[in-house]
């Protein structure tokens, strides 16, 4: 197995986390396709995610359908072990799919 080059990066970032609040969880939404549903949205796979399985993202995908899917070879956090992949994607995301405002 190769070492990671992201590694000391992702240990720096895990030793800043908090607990997160879980508030919203319990939050109830009230979602409606007059709003929610006029928003343009794209899902990016993170194929490696050990946090959310690839399956689960799957279903994710099909309980609030997209625009259009991405994949990415990457962990739960490709902000840090990919940012030049994902701000490559994101921007392709937003060029061929934002809306003027």
Known sequence: MRPDP???LAEAAARRLTPQPEGGRRSRL????????TVPRVYIEARQDRS???PLQ????????????Y???SDHAPQLSAPDALTELVLAAVSRHARPI
Do not use: Y
Not at 30 to 37: A, E, I, T, V
Not at 58 to 69: G, S
């Open 52 to 54: 959310v399985h690839l």
């Open 30 to 37: 009230q979602l409606s396709p007059g709003r929610f549903g």
């Open 58 to 69: 799957r279903k994710m995908q099909e309980l609030t359908p997209c625009l259009a899917v």
């Open 6 to 8: 992201a590694a000391p």
């Open 71 to 73: 994949g990415l070879d």
